[in-house]
């Protein structure tokens, strides 16, 4: 592990920490049954992987220094989808953070990114494709949120689609250590949540179901709180569940599960009450109506949750309805079944393990998932022979 990167992207760490994981692991081995394909070693800090609705040919590689990359079959073109390089500020927790394509991508051209700006405050901009489908427009940038950020850490980083058709923002709590203001608890603030939007509704895109819209002192966008950097989440493609990979302070990381069923949104995650599963500030904390993780791990074993998928249209049999998920330091992998409300069958998968920082999980149309190393690398997840 290059200790520069180790420092700057550990999204948990705010003194550097030297982990004591199982790192890397060895090869496939008996019992494994999934394997890496690099498909490409020659991107620059790659921090998330995705392609359209619909697009089996394509994938999109976005790079922490403002630019996202184009694989047409699993070949890397040269120039760059597009470049915003010139308005974000890049380095440590910030810069080009995620992408999302509109559902109706295909009819209208239009896809969100996240980044940090000059200011270091976080940007939700709408761009545009041009007459070429490999280049986006770069002057049809439109701001859709703006929010200021405290801290130069926990600045969140995702946008994904729901299976509901709206867009799903996560924010961290504005950073520093321990959340300093309370804003994970906190109504009144978008930082510590994640947030629901209609980006096909007028300004400010806030949803009438929203589970806070109409409520004294608080935040119409809100859909989840309490949380204290959701670096990366997803949903199930066949349930719809939601699954959260919540980076920790100085001791535990969690991952959080909330089904399709029986969750309107609301819920509170219990950051800075609890730290996973345990109180953070103890000698006592309140846990009424806070939402536990289904799992955690201890900094014994890592630094930074990486939260990734659900393995789904058996592209990799052996990982089938499996949840997906490693640590940023560790470069482990390792998964879980949900079941019956738990986190069931656990186990590690040695053979997927990176090196350089496991920046991000991804998933294309096909049902294939990617891991992607902060050192520049992409694989695809593959069957082992």
Known sequence: MRRWYWVVWCAACTTTRMGTGPGPGPGPGPGDSAALHLVTGALSAPLF???????????????????????????????????????????????????????????????????????????????????????????????????????????????????????YVGLGDGGSGGDPFGNGQRLGTVLGKILRLDVDLPAPYVPADNPFVGTAGARDEIWLYGLRNPWRFSFDRTTGDLYIGDVGQNTWEEVDVLTSRGSPGGQNLGWNVMEGNHCYAPPSCNRAGLVPP???????????????????????????????????????????????????ESRDWPSLAVTGGLSSFGEDPKGDLYITSLSGSLYRIVAHP
Do not use: M
């Open 49 to 167: 992987v995705t392609a359209p609705p619909g697009d089996t040919s394509r994938l999109f590689v976005v790079e922490q220094g403002g630019r996202i990359r184009v694989l047409v079959h699993d070949t890397l073109l040269p120039g760059p989808f597009l470049d915003v390089s010139g308005h974000i500020r890049a380095g440590g927790e910030q810069g080009l953070l995620s992408l999302a394509f509109h559902p109706a991508f295909a009819q209208n051209g239009r896809f969100f990114v996240y980044f940090t700006d000059p200011d270091s405050n976080t940007r939700v901009v709408r761009y545009q494709v041009s007459a070429d489908p490999n280049v986006a427009d770069s002057t049809s940038g439109d701001t859709i949120l703006a929010v200021p950020q405290p801290f130069a850490n926990h600045n969140g980083g995702l946008l994904v689609f729901g299976p509901d058709g709206k867009l």
């Open 294 to 344: 289904v799992t955690e791990y201890g900094h014994a074993e890592g630094c930074a949750i990486t939260g990734g998928y659900v393995a789904r249209g058996g592209r990799v049999p052996a990982l089938e309805g499996l949840y997906l998920y490693g640590d940023y330091c560790g470069g482990w992998v390792r998964s879980f079944r949900y079941a019956g409300g738990q986190a069931t």
